[in-house]
């Protein structure tokens, strides 16, 4: 499952303003809930100053920023974040 988080919204349709830093964990969380046995959930957003405060038992978390940036964007690489969230084995 991929997730390419906003930064930030404020559509009409939410009930109150999204903020990827704020609320990434409990985004997260929902989306743990509608992933497949064996799936992974890619997390990406673009905040330079993002920090995963997502932890969780069970899940294994791998920082995959370097491994994503293009060869382009390799002199700034905050431009991007990526995380890759897959459950532990039993």
Not at 23 to 46: M, V
Not at 57 to 78: H, M, Q, S, Y
């Given at each position: 499952?991929?997730?390419?988080?906003?930064?930030?919204?404020?559509?009409?349709?939410?009930?109150?303003?999204?903020?990827?830093?704020?609320?990434?964990?409990?985004?997260i969380r929902q989306l743990?809930?509608?992933?497949?046995?064996?799936?992974c959930i890619l997390f990406?957003?673009?905040?330079?100053?993002?920090?995963?405060?997502?932890?969780?038992?069970?899940?294994?978390?791998?920082?995959?920023?370097?491994?994503?940036?293009?060869?382009?964007?390799?002199?700034?690489?905050?431009?991007?974040?990526?995380?890759?969230?897959?459950?532990?084995?039993?």
């Amino acid at each position: 499952m991929l997730c390419d988080a906003p930064t930030f919204s404020n559509s009409r349709g939410l009930e109150h303003d999204f903020d990827v830093q704020r609320d990434h964990p409990e985004l997260i969380r929902q989306l743990l809930r509608r992933l497949a046995p064996g799936g992974c959930i890619l997390f990406t957003n673009h905040l330079r100053s993002f920090k995963m405060a997502f932890s969780d038992d069970g899940w294994a978390i791998e920082n995959l920023c370097k491994k994503t940036v293009p060869p382009d964007f390799a002199r700034d690489p905050k431009v991007h974040q990526a995380w890759r969230l897959e459950r532990l084995s039993s």
